[in-house]
């Protein structure tokens, strides 16, 4: 079921946009404090790791109503749309892994780990059906807290893991479903894998302390060093700016330091680009491009603007962000890894700052966020203080 909707009679004329509090009973008021009256019956069974009840609780919005309905006689009742809403769960609870969206609209969930290990599994999810395929199996058991990459030519490459010195790479077949090994990286483990416009793909910087980059080609498959950056860091987690040049914020520095480094892949060269505020080590998540083309940097309760070389603070979310996904209207939401409230999302508006959104119906960390090419945002997986990692996965309708 791709949402949950619930049917209520309207009782009073409903501004478009308005938002009704679902409270434990089943009377809801509007924000013009006219009544709606809830119909109890089950809507969705319920899971091992769904704390509601059998009827749906929550925020909700109107579906697509006329501007103000002045109570016509044949609008009766009224479908009204929850934002978050369950998806199929995945065949085995996932943490650490990654889910990258392929040419073909489908996401490829790959590796990670549960209570039983690190995972070799794969599965795919079709957006239109709902359903998860499985589909080959990684060959090395090494991936966990890995990188992925859609290739140009719709291939994913999958770099490393937490505990995969050299890197163990590995390059993912759409086509037939199959994964092949591909040749090791021998820097440690990225963080974060950048798809260049030159076809090829950027890593640096590990668990441990590097000046070393390198890029792999795609059609060789093999990796290449490119030149040395300026100073060692590890942890990094670098961006792709609108120019076609890296960004590189965000990272462990052994003696401290604010400025930013700018990587040219058209001359193989390294810059300086401005100084940050803050300093943005392994808490902050990967950066994200805006459509603007300012960057954001999200570090728990500080956020950063990154505009041609100058850096500006922002309000952040006030609690420790896990994961960013880019919005088709340009807005950024955010998780929290905030144990108080694991359910919690922010979305960020550029000109606007954080504000708090509807919750998600279960509380997870360390979840993938992907955006989907119908505008909405899946979620899998993670785990929580109660259940461990998890399968479920919920999908976001903006």
Same mark, same amino acid.
């Given at each position: 079921?791709?949402?949950?909707?619930?049917?209520?009679? +309207?009782?009073?004329?409903?501004?478009?946009?308005?938002?009704?509090?679902?409270?434990?009973?089943?009377?809801?008021?509007?924000?013009?404090?006219?009544?709606?009256?809830?119909?109890?019956?089950?809507?969705?069974?319920?899971?091992?790791?769904?704390?509601?009840?059998?009827?749906?609780?929550?925020?909700?919005?109107?579906?697509?109503?006329?501007?103000?309905?002045?109570?016509? !006689?044949?609008?009766?009742?009224?479908?009204?749309?929850?934002?978050?809403?369950?998806?199929?769960?995945?065949?085995?609870? &996932?943490?650490?892994?990654?889910?990258?969206?392929?040419? #073909?609209?489908?996401?490829?969930?790959?590796?990670?780990?549960?209570?039983?290990?690190?995972?070799?599994?794969?599965?795919?999810?079709?957006?239109?059906?709902?359903?998860?395929?499985?589909?080959?199996?990684? #060959?090395?058991?090494?991936?966990?807290?890995?990188?992925?990459?859609?290739?140009?030519?719709? &291939?994913?490459?999958?770099?490393?893991?937490?505990?995969? !010195? !050299?890197?163990?790479?590995?390059?993912?077949? !759409?086509?037939?479903?199959?994964?092949?090994?591909?040749?090791?990286?021998?820097?440690?483990?990225?963080?974060?894998? +950048?798809?260049?416009?030159?076809?090829?793909?950027?890593?640096?910087?590990?668990?441990?302390?590097?000046?070393?980059?390198?890029?792999?080609?795609?059609?060789?498959?093999?990796?290449?060093?490119?030149?040395?950056?300026?100073?060692?860091?590890?942890?990094?987690?670098?961006?792709?700016?609108?120019?076609?040049?890296?960004?590189?914020?965000?990272?462990? &520095?052994?003696?401290?330091?604010?400025?930013?480094?700018?990587?040219?892949?058209?001359?193989?060269?390294?810059?300086?680009?401005?100084?940050?505020?803050?300093?943005?080590?392994?808490?902050?998540?990967?950066?994200?491009?805006?459509?603007?083309?300012?960057?954001?940097?999200?570090?728990?309760?500080?956020?950063?603007?990154?505009?041609?070389?100058?850096?500006?603070?922002?309000?952040?979310?006030?609690?420790?962000?896990?994961?960013?996904?880019? +919005?088709?209207?340009? &807005?950024?939401?955010?998780? #929290?890894?905030?144990?108080?409230?694991?359910?919690?999302?922010?979305?960020?508006?550029?000109?606007?700052?954080?504000?708090?959104?509807?919750?998600?119906?279960?509380?997870?960390?360390?979840?993938?966020?992907?955006?989907?090419?119908?505008?909405?945002?899946?979620?899998?997986?993670?785990?929580?203080?109660?259940?461990?990692?998890?399968?479920?996965?919920?999908?976001?309708?903006?």
């Amino acid at each position: 079921m791709s949402r949950r909707l619930l049917v209520v009679p +309207l009782l009073a004329a409903i501004a478009l946009g308005s938002m009704i509090t679902i409270q434990d009973s089943s009377v809801a008021s509007s924000p013009g404090g006219s009544k709606l009256i809830l119909d109890q019956s089950p809507l969705l069974p319920t899971d091992e790791t769904d704390s509601h009840p059998s009827w749906v609780q929550g925020v909700v919005r109107l579906w697509n109503p006329p501007p103000l309905i002045p109570d016509p !006689p044949d609008m009766a009742d009224y479908l009204l749309l929850v934002a978050w809403n369950r998806t199929a769960a995945m065949s085995l609870p &996932r943490v650490d892994h990654t889910a990258t969206l392929l040419a #073909n609209g489908k996401v490829l969930v790959a590796g990670g780990a549960n209570n039983k290990g690190t995972l070799k599994s794969c599965e795919v999810y079709d957006p239109v059906m709902e359903t998860w395929t499985p589909t080959g199996s990684l #060959n090395s058991d090494w991936h966990q807290g890995h990188a992925a990459t859609l290739l140009a030519d719709g &291939r994913v490459l999958v770099v490393g893991g937490l505990y995969s !010195p !050299p890197a163990s790479c590995e390059l993912y077949d !759409p086509q037939n479903g199959t994964w092949k090994k591909t040749a090791y990286l021998y820097s440690g483990t990225p963080f974060v894998a +950048l798809l260049l416009r030159n076809k090829s793909v950027f890593v640096t910087g590990g668990l441990f302390s590097s000046d070393r980059c390198f890029l792999f080609d795609p059609v060789t498959e093999k990796w290449n060093p490119g030149a040395p950056l300026p100073e060692p860091i590890s942890i990094s987690k670098p961006v792709l700016l609108q120019s076609g040049k890296v960004l590189l914020a965000v990272g462990v &520095r052994p003696f401290g330091g604010t400025r930013s480094l700018v990587y040219d892949p058209t001359n193989d060269q390294w810059d300086y680009s401005g100084s940050s505020n803050l300093e943005h080590s392994f808490r902050a998540c990967p950066p994200i491009l805006l459509k603007s083309g300012k960057v954001l940097v999200a570090d728990g309760p500080k956020s950063e603007l990154f505009d041609n070389g100058v850096w500006s603070l922002i309000n952040g979310t006030g609690a420790s962000t896990s994961s960013l996904a880019l +919005l088709q209207d340009g &807005r950024v939401m955010g998780g #929290n890894t905030d144990v108080s409230n694991n359910k919690a999302i922010f979305v960020f508006q550029e000109g606007g700052g954080w504000s708090r959104d509807e919750d998600m119906n279960v509380a997870r960390e360390n979840q993938t966020f992907t955006a989907l090419p119908n505008g909405k945002i899946l979620v899998t997986g993670g785990a929580n203080r109660v259940d461990g990692p998890l399968s479920s996965c919920e999908i976001y309708t903006p």
